[in-house]
């Protein structure tokens, strides 16, 4: 049974957006699931030596909007279950979306979220993407990237009989330069380059205010599992013209009976320097 393939892309000279565990003034975490059956909870740490004040902004795929706040007192851990900002029931909005949160504490944040999917029996766990301030600049971050490597998927189908592997790739696009901001209407508009390990490759292109995609959408869905990795461009730029930034994130699961497993990868930043593959 394919379970434990993974790939690493080295990226050199990537800054803190692509550094996990790095603390940063700004954390994206680009998916939430609150649909029926499902709890999402975002853990945030405050490393610093002084109390840190965390503004929230929860976007969902409606383009609507809800803010929230905690503070961290020094060296404080905090735990937000998000359906609870939005009460017991959200009316159809903001089920799934992505979360914006800041602080002008300075670079003293780290953030986990952790999803549970009751329904189907299993759960998972990813780092928020960290954004540290620009040099002496007070109130800016370093830019999210526009270019993104998913290092490694299986492609649907049946592993063995009754044992079946699927995916979701979402793509989340902060404000560029303004972290809560409104968004443009469609701040993701992605051109995607597919290779297999088999030598295929192809194209593909998505666009939308918050990207959930299944990966068979992308990549189609015959025969046995194949794997491949993924290049993503971000074509869209806001209204002063800055190019708009991705976090991504892809969710790989394999459902059979009595079998349940979620693997989440967030997706790497590929420099603009790097030369293609």
Request: one cysteine or more; charged letters at 15%.
């Amino acid at each position: 049974m394919i379970l434990g393939i993974g790939l690493l892309l080295a990226a050199h000279g990537a800054g803190a957006t692509n550094q996990e565990l790095v603390p940063g003034s700004r954390l994206v975490f680009p998916y939430y699931d609150l649909r029926a059956g499902s709890l999402t909870l975002l853990l945030f740490t405050n490393v610093g030596a002084s109390s840190a004040f965390v503004q929230l902004e929860m976007y969902d795929q409606t383009c609507l909007r809800q803010d929230a706040s905690l503070d961290l007192t020094p060296g404080d851990v905090d735990l937000l279950d998000i359906g609870r900002v939005f009460g017991e029931d959200p009316g159809g909005t903001f089920q799934q979306g992505f979360v914006d949160a800041v602080t002008f504490s300075g670079d003293v944040l780290l953030g986990r979220a952790v999803i549970v999917n009751v329904a189907a029996d299993w759960a998972i766990s990813y780092p928020a993407a960290p954004s540290q301030r620009a040099a002496g600049q007070f109130g800016v971050f370093e830019p999210y990237p526009h270019r993104l490597y998913l290092p490694a998927f299986l492609s649907p189908g049946v592993i063995e009989p009754s044992l079946f592997v699927d995916g979701l790739l979402i793509l989340a696009a902060p404000h560029p330069t303004t972290p809560g901001a409104e968004l443009t209407e469609l701040p993701v508009r992605a051109s995607m380059t597919i290779v297999f390990d088999d030598g295929r490759s192809s194209s593909a292109g998505t666009s939308g205010h918050h990207v959930i995609v299944p990966i068979s959408r992308i990549v189609g869905s015959s025969g046995p599992p194949a794997l491949g990795w993924i290049k993503l461009v971000n074509n869209a730029v806001d209204e002063a013209g800055n190019r708009i930034g991705l976090v991504g994130l892809y969710l790989q699961t394999v459902i059979g009976p009595g079998t349940a497993i979620g693997m989440a990868t967030r997706l790497w930043h590929l420099p603009a320097g790097l030369p293609e593959p």
